[in-house]
Structures are given as C-alpha cells and as structure tokens.
C-alpha cells in the first residue's frame, strides 16, 4: 500500500509540474494570436476610428479545433462585444468568412484583379488603387462614379481609379453594347475613355435599347474616337471576349452587384457613401509603401501597384507546432 501511495504521489508531482511548465508556453501563444487579431482588426474596422478596440478573451479549441475570440468595441456612447473563431492553426478568423489573419488581408483579393489592359486614372505611384466594376447604364454606378470624382479632387495624386466591365445583361438591355463600345473608345486611347463614361452617365436616362447603339456611336466619336477603328473594334470578337474576360474576374473576386469597389483589395459592394469611403481612404494611406517601393513598369497584372503594406509592422510568427 505504502508503494502504491507512493507511485501516486509521483504521478501527481509530475502531473502538477507538467501543467506549471506548460502554463507559459500557453500564454505565450495567446499573447502572440491576440497581437495578430488586434492587427487584423485595426486594418479592416480601424477606419472607423472606434475610441476602444480590444480583445477580451481567447477560447480554448473546440472539438474542430476553433478558438472563439472575444472583441470589445466602443466608439462614443455604442459599444458591442463581437464574437469571431481563429482557425486551429492560427491561420484564418471568420466573421461570416473565413479571411487570411494578416496585417494585409486584402493581398489575396489583389492578386486576383486582373488590371492590366483596363481604363485607369491617377498616377501609377498613387498609394491607394480603386478597382470599379460597373455598368454604365447601372444608376447606382453613376452615383459612385461621382463619389469618386469628388475623392479624386480632394486627394490629388493619392488615387489611381481602374475601371473594369460588368454589365448586368439580364436587367440592363443596353449594358453590354455600352460595354463594347467602352472597350473599343479606350483601345484607341485610353484617355478618350473618360469622357465617353461622363456622356454616357449624364444621357443615361435618354438611352433606350432602340437607339443605344447610335448614340454609343456619337458619344465614342465625340470621345475623339476614330470611326473606322471604333466599328472594326466592334466586329472584333476579341472585344467581347475581353469584357467577358472582366465579368469572370469580377465573379472570381467576388462581384455580384454593380457598382462593385476594391480599394487595395477590401471588397465596398454597392454605391459607398461618401463620408465612409473618404475615411477608408484616409485610413489605408496609412499602409501605403514607403517611397521608392513602387513597381517602375505600373502594370497592375496580377497584383496592384505599390504592395500596400510597404509600412505594415509584421505580425508575431504563428506559434510553433507541439511535437
């Protein structure tokens, strides 16, 4: 008896060490995943300049491995408690969706935006690139495109707009012919595509599916669009291809609607208030590059201009796996 007593005090001492020693390792790994959550969290919601972001409380795994994490956040007399799930691995946080945990969650989103070839405005150095799918006979599309005007006047130099086409075909009858003949203004010069978009937007209640493609026809000439090049482009089944092309990158990226914004890769459906993507501007010019680490080509295929976390503090390195 005395033995087994004994044997069990053993265990028990060893249990009790065990624990002490794994207790540490146990905070330091919460410590390192609330360090990155609260990096993720600034970058994402941080535009809203919330007076109290904090994260109160990080869950054991459950039974798939989830951590449920706890978030406080307070802006004037409003304040909530928000409820997202770490991945197991520390990888991924959802809220609705499963998002890459990092300072610059909207890399991947960038890197599928096809750009290149695309209408674009502002400086190829601009710290903050918006990407707009649209359709130009979308009334909410010329809401946003006046938004952005604006922006672009207040931040000189701090913006650089590309346009891609997403004609909704099954509720705008005109959408894709408008399309086409946006393609084949910007084919001949890029700069010609501006104007045509502003005419278009300002006669859109005049366009009907019976005379659009004559007064397409007028707005490109009236672009400074040369006329035999112009119908040759139309008759050009590359043109159509190229804004199928677009729609299946809007799909991929996670179009459904137009307008549809991507400003550095963070996804705005909808025509965006004016206020709140002013302060989402604001707040990602945080992020810009640091001088010098632009790309000195501009070309936006594949990934935007000036990786938008040039400043990005990196975050704490994902706890090392138990053996």
């Known amino acids: 008896m005395k033995r087994i007593l004994l044997v069990l005090c053993a265990l028990l001492v060893a249990t009790v060490l065990a624990a002490a020693a794994s207790r540490p390792a146990s905070h330091s790994t919460d410590s390192a995943l ?11 919601i941080g535009w809203q300049q919330l007076d109290v972001l904090r994260v109160d409380s990080i869950g054991a795994p459950d039974a798939s491995g989830l951590r449920k994490v706890k978030v406080f956040l ?44 695309f209408p674009s405005e502002g400086p190829a150095s601009a710290p903050v690139t918006l990407v707009e799918f649209s359709d130009l006979e979308c009334p ?22 590309v346009f891609k086409y997403y004609p909704l075909t099954k509720i705008h ?6 399309a086409l003949a946006a393609v084949c203004v910007a084919e001949q010069d890029s700069a010609h595509f501006w104007p045509f978009e502003q005419t278009v937007f300002d006669h859109q209640d005049q ?3 019976d005379n659009a493609v004559a007064r397409l ?63 989402l501007l604001q707040h990602e010019l945080k992020f810009a590059p640091a001088p010098g680490e632009h790309a000195s080509n501009g070309t936006l295929a594949g990934k935007i201009h000036g990786q938008q976390c040039g400043m990005c503090t990196p975050l704490p390195p994902l706890p090392k796996a138990k053996p």
Not at 146 to 157: D, F, R, V
Not at 238 to 243: G, S
């Open 207 to 209: 366009l009907t599916p």
């Open 217 to 279: 026809h007028d707005f490109a000439l009236e672009s400074g669009t040369q006329d035999a090049a112009f119908q040759s482009c139309l008759q050009n089944p590359a043109t159509r291809a190229k804004v199928e092309a677009s729609i299946q990158n809007g799909n991929e990226v996670g179009v459904e609607s137009t307008p549809t914004l991507f400003l550095n890769g963070r996804i705005i459906p909808g025509a965006p208030d004016p206020t709140q993507l002013s302060m």
């Open 34 to 44: 609330r360090q990155r959550v609260e990096a993720f969290l600034n970058r994402t």
């Open 74 to 117: 307070k802006k004037g007399t409003q304040q909530m408690t928000k409820t997202f799930y770490v991945t197991g691995d520390g990888r991924e946080i959802i809220d609705g969706d499963v998002t890459t945990l990092s300072p610059d969650p909207f890399k991947s989103v960038r890197e599928k935006l096809m750009l290149q070839g």
């Open 140 to 161: 909410y599309c010329k809401q946003a495109n006046q938004t952005i005007q604006q922006l672009q006047q207040q931040m000189p130099g701090k913006i650089r707009v």
């Open 173 to 178: 009858p005109w959408s894709m012919p408008a």
